[in-house]
């Protein structure tokens, strides 16, 4: 299955403590993919958070990718925030 093409000018930003990541609002698309393009950089599904509380534990988790190499980006649908990586 082909990855989802998304536009880097739909691109925004979501600040979690203190960091900016990149950050796209799919709600009400169909379909979620386990795989995203945007400009030219290919994205892979990683995992998925509660909108509601997720400062406790989202934090963390990103910067434990960051630390593996990889580049998040953080895809909202409904109440929950989908972060998609770089591979490393």
Do not use: C
């Not at 630390?67 to 409904?78: F, M, T, V």
């Amino acid at each position: 299955m082909a990855a989802l093409q998304l536009d880097a000018k739909d691109l925004g930003t979501l600040e979690l403590n203190g960091n900016w990541l990149p950050y796209m609002d799919l709600t009400g698309d169909g379909f979620l993919p386990t795989q995203v393009t945007m400009a030219n950089r290919e994205y892979a599904f990683s995992k998925s958070f509660i909108i509601r509380g997720h400062s406790a534990v989202m934090p963390q988790a990103i910067q434990e990718l960051r630390s593996a190499g990889k580049q998040p980006l953080i895809i909202q649908r409904d109440d929950r925030y989908y972060v998609f990586v770089t591979p490393p």
